[in-house]
């Protein structure tokens, strides 16, 4: 059965409008692509056919490529007789006797603005939005956009659009030169085909864009800034390759010629398509679009409930963040506080984010005073009594929690879900003082809450699939990607990962440098190593979550004394300035050699003495002495049914964690490496070094049956 086609109408102008149809976005599929070459090759045989109008049915123009179909492909001379036909496609387009014009509206994104570039002009709604993001998949653009988008715009313009991912919006695609006029929906098939009729008549000239040389800066210049990008790009990703191949694809053509730079670009689309870091990414990408589709929950036909306010308890960093989110979605929101001090500072924490997008361009004042409306603070439970939805942000204090969601339960109406944020309390303790079970869930969110794009849905066998189900839905309204998981301590992120500071902290008590931990972990691909990290969260967060993994998983925590004997010395990270880093005023993190002290005596309470043979480790190797546990206990976690699929877990790590997108998340990146060798590897370490690397279950299974994770 064909996914998507083409559709043609020649009107008595002789203008032929060809319509993309591969509903909702009109991704170009091989039998879309099929289709538009007949249709293309059909009008120019026809006589009565003067000019050519390209574009989307219903309000996408396209949103490029159909991975899914491009996804199937599994040998290279497949995916060559494919690029065969994109190259002779684009071709016939440039070269045609008659003249293309593309009318754009919506997304005109990857191959869908490709094909659009390759038309002689670009007529677009105020809604279009325009970008080349293919290598956000690990390839580049395939269609000739290294070539033509530099002409078009500029090559510093067309070289961040195209390392970052980044669409432009109409009006400047429009003071770019990437588009040639913006026109309402209603008069934009009337415009482009006047345009097309206009070219036709020499009224307008024939604009070939592959050809175009007057936006390219001068050969010193172009140097100058495509090495810029190389910098940039290391900076980003030292180890990804593909960001380098994109703009050696760019410089052929500057250097060679149009022509040599499509030869260059074909290629390198051909061999990057079948690398590791572009099966991964595709599989992060529909990894993503299945944390909605959750077995035993969203098949059984529920919709979700209307939320129309929400009420917020702490308006701390987390509270406020969490509400930011919410009014920048058009929720109204009540925030409480227990006191004037308290509430004023959560709502000046809120201004200040919204403050943060106004300065960025991303917000007018208008909208930010309009945004801003949506909150009321408030003092007490008054107003809580016609909230759908209450989120509770409290410090990580059973007790508390205990008597905040007694007091929800008393003041909110009955239908009203109770949500709680915390990060590591079990849900069963926390609404242990009430009668409604049912309608507590978990909501947690990841710091900066307006930013962070997780959020970890929590049930409790005894809560209820409706307020799963809405809260997925409030989660896709506020543009989080939501996971949803079982209860336990940590739930899924927090407990995968308290494995990652748990092995560092090992390492260190063995002889190893922190700072030599550090710079494995980010090597490898995190952001942050797990000092840094421990440092950015503070080490009250640290100590509360260590406690909590302890009580709970008292067989598989190391027990260090190194983060509780920095705290008595007042080092707490980087809020105090000092931690494993000391920090200056603009909190830029140096090693301090004064931690030396603490590691010493850490070493002694433990009765750890340097490993030889751990100190000779390079940091490849140190990277999977401390994230093999992190498999090991993400293993679990599955094992114990607390994660739905495997697919989850690699979003949670991404999305929570900032686990590099390009190794496909942990379980992903674990099938890589292959259960037996994990296995084996934590094997040998539990018989040199103890319980703490012991494999469980689901990883032995995994691995003696020969399965991936």
Known sequence: MAKGTTEMEVGSDGVAVIYIANPPVNALSIDVLFSLKGHYEEVLRRNDVKAIVLTGSGRSFSAGLDISAFADIRKPEQLKDHCILIEAMTDIFEDAGKPSVAAIDGPALGGGLEISMVCQARISTPNAQLGLTELQFGVIPGFGGTQRLPRLVGLTKALEMMMLSKPIKAEEAHELGLVDAVVSPNDLLNNARRWALDIYESKRPWARALYKTDKLESPDLAREILNSARVQSRKRAANLQYPFVCIDAVEEGIVSGPQAGLRKEAMAFQELFFSDTCKSLIHVFFSQRATSKVPGITDLGLMPRKVSNVAIVGGGLMGSGIATALILSHYPVILKEVNEEFLNAGIDRIKENL???????????????????????????????????????????????????????????????????TSTIDLDLIGEKTNSQDRIVGTHFFAPAHIMPLLEIVHTPRASLQAVVTLLDVGKKIKKTPIVVRNCTGFAVNRMFFPYTQAALWLVDHGMDVYKIDQACTEFGMPIGPFRMTDLVGFGVALATGMQHLENFPERVYKSMLISLMTEDKRTGEASQKGFYRYDSKRKASPDPEIMNYLEESRRIAGATPDPELLKLDNSAIAEMVLFPVINEACRVLGEGIAFKASDLDIASIFGMDFPPYRGGIMHWADSIGARRICTMLSEWEMKYGQFFKPCSHLLERAAEGLPL
């Open 355 to 421: 403050q943060s997008r106004v300065r960025k361009g991303k917000m007018t004042k208008e909208k930010y005073d309009k945004t801003l409306s949506l909150l009321t603070g408030v003092l007490d439970y008054e107003k809580f009594k016609s909230v759908d939805l209450a989120i509770e942000t409290v410090v990580e204090n059973v007790k508390l929690k205990q008597q905040i969601f007694a007091e929800l339960e008393q003041h909110c109406p009955s239908h009203c879900i109770l949500a709680t944020n």
